[in-house]
């Protein structure tokens, strides 16, 4: 059977989305289950979703699914009548977008890969379902009043920089196949306290859980639904928020506001500021904090280089390719800001 897929062009299938009137609304999910079959998994969703009018993108492998979808409103019941099909997504939970007009995607895509979270884990001992305890907002709160509790970050530093919950220990790492053993080495002291992972929506900090498990900590626990599903129930139950500062998002609002404060600084001058921007030299596109101060000063660019060449005419930049120079890197730009950090306290 040659694979499922839509033939037609991204660019039309863009214009007949905006131009479709049918009420829709983003969604997401996972499940970490095995599946012994996932190509077939694979095919029946995509059949079935593409019926529905389901659009998004779902990742299958041996390990579980994880999904990213705009449903129909008026296909949602059937949607997940659909999902009860399978036992083991029967009654999961959904988490819906707030901020949402449902055209988040243009497109249905079912991939198969090898794991629906990159490890870099061969070893079939490493079972994530051996997870650690789930943690609803209230008992989050809980744990972490009690001496003996560690808060571990499992996201990437630059969700970690704007906003993370108090007292969170940052695992300085550039992928998460690099942040398990990292992880468990900073925490290898701690192994006789409580240890809470999270992330922003549980996916990462169930397995780093699972990781924990397998490298024999005993007392851990992960916050289920992540920063999104904490918020939600801190909001629903007036519950004391113990998250500060922004939440880093994966659309195109970036990142939502949680708690009031800014907790991070312009990485040009060392004011506060929570705002992440692309720099506007697309030859270097680098993800930084900027102050609107910096952003007039450097027109958006992350460095004077990166100014200067974005101004150059069309004409003198062909041939030549842009680089920083060689002492330029993202860890430097970030070092810099940790310096303002120091400084400031
Ligand atoms: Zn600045
Ligand atoms: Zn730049």
């Given at each position: 059977m040659s694979e499922l897929r839509n033939l037609i062009s991204q660019a039309e299938l863009k214009e007949r989305l905006a131009a479709d009137p049918t009420p829709r609304q983003t969604i997401s999910f996972y499940k970490y289950h095995p599946v012994a079959d996932p190509k077939e998994f694979r095919d029946a969703l995509y059949t079935q979703f593409e019926k529905l009018g389901v659009l998004g993108r779902i990742y299958v492998a041996n390990e579980g699914i994880n999904a990213q979808l705009s449903v129909p409103t008026a296909n949602f019941e059937a949607f997940k009548t659909y999902l009860d099909s399978f036992e083991f997504l029967r009654g999961i939970r959904l988490n819906m977008a707030a901020?949402?007009?449902?055209?988040?995607?243009?497109v249905l895509n079912v991939k198969v890969r090898p794991?629906?979270?990159?490890?870099?884990i061969d070893d079939?001992?490493?079972?994530?379902?051996?997870v650690g305890q789930y943690l609803k907002a209230q008992e989050f709160n809980e744990l972490t009043s009690q001496p003996d509790t560690v808060v571990v970050d499992m996201r990437n530093y630059y969700e970690y920089e704007i906003g993370h919950f108090e007292g969170a220990l940052e695992?300085?790492?550039?992928t998460f196949r690099q942040q398990l053993p990292m992880a468990a080495e900073l925490l290898d002291e701690d192994k006789d306290k409580n240890i809470i992972m999270y992330c922003t929506g549980g996916i990462r900090c169930e397995k780093a859980s699972a990781y924990l498990m397998y490298r024999g900590f005993e007392k851990v626990y992960h916050l289920e639904g992540g920063i999104l599903e904490y918020v939600r129930q801190v909001r629903e139950q007036n519950l004391e928020n113990k998250f500060k500062g922004k939440n880093f998002v994966f659309?195109?609002?970036?990142s939502e506001r949680i708690g009031d404060e800014i907790i991070s600084?312009?990485?040009?001058?060392?004011?506060?500021s929570d705002t992440h921007r692309n720099c506007a030299n697309t030859d270097c596109h680098l993800l930084f904090l900027q102050c609107d101060k910096c952003m007039a000063e450097f027109e958006g660019c992350c460095c004077v280089e990166c100014r200067d060449w974005k101004n150059l005419p069309a004409e003198e930049k062909e041939g030549r390719v842009f680089s920083h120079g060689e002492e330029f890197s993202h860890s430097q730009v970030r070092r810099h800001a940790r310096f303002f950090d120091i400084k400031s306290e």
């Open positions: 901020e949402d007009d449902g055209k988040s995607f243009w794991k629906i979270v990159a490890d870099g079939p001992e490493f079972s994530v379902e051996r695992v300085p790492s550039d659309d195109g609002r970036r600084h312009c990485h040009q001058c060392g004011e506060l």
